[in-house]
């Protein structure tokens, strides 16, 4: 059984994915991105997720990986995602999703894999 915060890196990577299979779906392209609310809006749902549950990860984990991800900026994207939408800067969060997610992504597969 996983630990709680391996849990949640658990859930954070399947948010990452969710985010890759959007792109997929509506293309990977800022110029498609931010002419579609949709596209807009389910990556910023998952962002949403992914903030939330870093949120709830122990402060010894974030501490110990802090070096790897920047937990502080993924909450504070996540902030700006639930309390302020209409102020997204839209090629903020494009960067995040097609940079940011992937490295995130990866950072999870690897804690996972060395934790089984």
Same mark, same amino acid.
């Given at each position: 059984?996983?630990?709680? &915060?391996l /849990? %949640?890196?658990? #859930?954070? @990577?399947?948010?990452?994915? /969710?985010?890759?299979?959007?792109?997929? %779906?509506?293309?990977?392209? *800022?110029?498609? $991105?931010?002419?579609d609310? &949709? *596209? /807009?809006q389910?990556?910023? $749902?998952?962002?949403? /997720?992914?903030?939330?549950?870093?949120?709830?990860? +122990?402060e010894?984990? @974030?501490?110990?990986?802090?070096?790897?991800?920047?937990?502080?900026?993924? @909450?504070?994207? @996540?902030?700006?995602?639930? #309390?302020?939408?209409? +102020?997204?800067?839209? &090629?903020?969060?494009?960067?995040?999703?097609?940079?940011?997610?992937?490295?995130?992504?990866? *950072?999870? !597969?690897?804690?996972?894999?060395?934790? !089984?």
């Amino acid at each position: 059984m996983l630990s709680p &915060d391996l /849990q %949640r890196i658990e #859930h954070i @990577r399947d948010y990452c994915l /969710q985010v890759g299979k959007t792109i997929l %779906r509506y293309g990977d392209s *800022f110029d498609i $991105f931010k002419a579609d609310m &949709d *596209f /807009q809006q389910s990556v910023a $749902f998952s962002v949403l /997720q992914i903030g939330e549950l870093c949120n709830g990860l +122990s402060e010894e984990y @974030r501490k110990l990986t802090g070096e790897d991800v920047e937990w502080n900026a993924i @909450r504070g994207l @996540r902030n700006i995602v639930a #309390h302020a939408y209409g +102020s997204i800067k839209l &090629d903020i969060l494009w960067d995040t999703v097609a940079t940011d997610i992937p490295t995130l992504k990866e *950072f999870c !597969e690897t804690q996972l894999s060395e934790n !089984e």
